[in-house]
């Protein structure tokens, strides 16, 4: 399919944010190329909740529509591969997949996403968009302003604990990871979080915490911050600065969307803060039409 052709835009990456920046370069009638390797990050989730139109809905199901909607121009490529490798300069990228093809672009966007690493809990991981959360915009409703957990990774946990009270009554698990200043424990006091600093054994049942000194604790859900980094080095393999975020690590981009690397655009998760699906389209919109604009004007 690519060998010899070249398209305007690849972009890497087909879920929200990639699918939102291809729509505008469809529209705009430019040849381009997705590849996506089929993993975004709210799969653990049986609903996607929060976005216009689509509150509610599976991820997956939002995902198709984009997808089919998106496939109706003519102009618009797609495969389900992964890009391994990202060469070349503005005007000339080369990308080559996990199936050993190589396809040629001028302008790179990178829609990649974020991977998340939870704090080493026994039971967290497996419970992750069932039971176990990071964005109560995205889950707290759900719970029915029942009683809910916020697991400490570190300072910035602070911050979710003394939101979660407007969802429901909350227990904040320091397990020993995190001090409390009396600044820190004014503020949590204030907003009526209960502060457990006894170490967690292990999560079970649905969202329950076994303490190491045999207590259990029940919940309708837990929250945590995850560390994000990107979820693959595309962009650090092509030299794209890096930046950090409170969560972790993201592509720097400037207003444009673009990366330090001239041509390479970022959008999504991996280039924005804070993280949600209506969030990472607005992104996505707005790098395709960059990206689209530097095609006409350089
Ligand atoms: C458990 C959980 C639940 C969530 N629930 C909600 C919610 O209810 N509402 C909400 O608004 N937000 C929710 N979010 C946040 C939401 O999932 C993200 O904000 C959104 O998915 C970001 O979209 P994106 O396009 O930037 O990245 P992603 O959706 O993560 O997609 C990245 C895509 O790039 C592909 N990819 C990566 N590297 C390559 C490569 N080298 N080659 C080809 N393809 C590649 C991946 O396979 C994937 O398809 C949730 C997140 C989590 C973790």
């Given at each position: 399919?690519?060998f010899?052709?070249?398209?305007?835009?690849?972009i890497?990456?087909?879920?929200y944010s990639?699918?939102?920046?291809?729509?505008?370069l469809?529209?705009a009638?430019?040849?381009?190329?997705?590849?996506?390797?089929?993993?975004?990050?709210n799969r653990?989730?049986?609903?996607?909740?929060?976005f216009?139109?689509?509150?509610?809905i599976?991820?997956?199901?939002?995902?198709?529509?984009?997808r089919?909607?998106?496939?109706?121009?003519?102009?618009?490529?797609?495969?389900?591969?992964?890009?391994?490798?990202?060469s070349?300069?503005?005007?000339?990228?080369t990308?080559?997949?996990?199936?050993?093809?190589?396809?040629h672009?001028?302008r790179?966007?990178l829609?990649?996403?974020?991977s998340?690493?939870?704090?080493d809990v026994?039971?967290?991981?497996?419970?992750w968009?069932?039971?176990?959360?990071?964005?109560?915009?995205?889950?707290?409703?759900e719970l029915?302003?029942?009683?809910?957990?916020?697991?400490a990774?570190?300072?910035?946990?602070?911050?979710?604990?003394?939101?979660?009270?407007?969802?429901?009554?909350?227990?904040?698990?320091?397990d020993?990871?995190?001090?409390?200043?009396d600044?820190?424990?004014?503020?949590?006091?204030?907003?009526?979080?209960e502060v457990e600093h006894?170490?967690?054994?292990?999560i079970t049942?649905?969202?329950?915490?076994?303490?190491?000194d045999?207590?259990?604790?029940?919940?309708?859900?837990?929250?945590v911050?995850s560390r994000n980094?990107?979820?693959?080095?595309?962009?650090?393999?092509?030299?794209c600065?890096?930046?950090?975020?409170?969560?972790g690590?993201?592509?720097?981009?400037?207003?444009?969307?673009?990366?330090s690397i001239?041509g390479?655009f970022?959008?999504g998760?991996?280039?924005?803060v804070?993280?949600?699906?209506?969030?990472?389209?607005?992104?996505?919109?707005?790098?395709?039409a960059s990206?689209h604009g530097?095609?006409i004007?350089?």
């Amino acid at each position: 399919m690519g060998f010899f052709m070249k398209y305007g835009v690849i972009i890497i990456g087909g879920s929200y944010s990639g699918m939102s920046a291809a729509l505008q370069l469809a529209r705009a009638r430019q040849k381009i190329l997705v590849l996506d390797g089929g993993k975004r990050r709210n799969r653990f989730a049986d609903h996607s909740n929060g976005f216009l139109t689509q509150d509610g809905i599976a991820p997956d199901e939002i995902a198709r529509t984009a997808r089919q909607q998106l496939l109706a121009y003519p102009s618009v490529y797609w495969t389900d591969q992964m890009a391994t490798d990202i060469s070349g300069e503005k005007d000339h990228f080369t990308v080559s997949t996990d199936a050993s093809e190589r396809f040629h672009g001028k302008r790179i966007i990178l829609a990649i996403g974020v991977s998340d690493t939870l704090p080493d809990v026994k039971g967290l991981q497996e419970r992750w968009g069932q039971t176990v959360f990071h964005c109560p915009y995205c889950h707290g409703y759900e719970l029915g302003q029942k009683d809910i957990a916020v697991i400490a990774v570190g300072e910035n946990s602070v911050h979710q604990a003394l939101m979660l009270p407007d969802w429901g009554a909350t227990t904040f698990f320091t397990d020993g990871r995190l001090t409390l200043n009396d600044e820190m424990s004014a503020k949590l006091a204030h907003r009526g979080v209960e502060v457990e600093h006894t170490p967690i054994a292990r999560i079970t049942g649905s969202a329950d915490v076994y303490l190491t000194d045999g207590r259990t604790l029940s919940f309708a859900g837990i929250f945590v911050a995850s560390r994000n980094k990107p979820s693959t080095s595309l962009g650090e393999g092509l030299g794209c600065a890096i930046e950090e975020t409170p969560f972790g690590t993201q592509l720097q981009t400037d207003a444009n969307k673009e990366t330090s690397i001239p041509g390479v655009f970022a959008c999504g998760d991996v280039a924005r803060v804070p993280h949600s699906v209506a969030l990472a389209v607005a992104d996505g919109a707005w790098a395709g039409a960059s990206a689209h604009g530097t095609l006409i004007f350089g």
